[in-house]
């Protein structure tokens, strides 16, 4: 299953399901909710402890993710805030989504989704030179 989340991934990403550029592409993707987690955290770069805080979808309940201004999927365009928070998301999530609808994100490196600080150990400055 991580294989075809990762290629599903990488199709939409580089536009492969774009046949004529004047139609509109819409995926439906039916899944489990552990799933359908793991792919949006994949997709939008969400850390273990992001993914953690998210609930598992409902029983028919769906999620619409739509391109943005900005160049990026979100779901600021088809949901409220307050239906992301009841999903489990925190405040710098929705902030991140809403940003994402009119492409007003900082997209510096101090506020980069990745938490590289969170992936890699830091350097210690005090390590002896050779």
Known sequence: MLRFLESLWR?????????????????????HGLTSRVFLMKWFKWTVEEFERLNNFGNCEFRVMELGAS?????????SEEEM?????????????????????????????????????LLDETDDED
Not at 11 to 31: A, C, G, K, T, W
Request: contains cysteine.
């Open 11 to 31: 199709d939409v990403d580089m536009n492969r399901h774009q046949v004529d550029p004047s139609s509109e592409l819409n995926l439906v993707i039916v899944s």
């Open 71 to 79: 160049g990026e999927y979100t779901f600021g365009i088809h949901h």
């Open 85 to 121: 928070l009841a999903w489990g998301m925190s405040k710098n999530m929705i902030d991140d989504q809403m940003g994402r609808v009119d492409g007003s994100r900082d997209t510096s490196n101090d506020c980069c989704p990745l938490h590289l600080d969170e992936y890699f150990d």
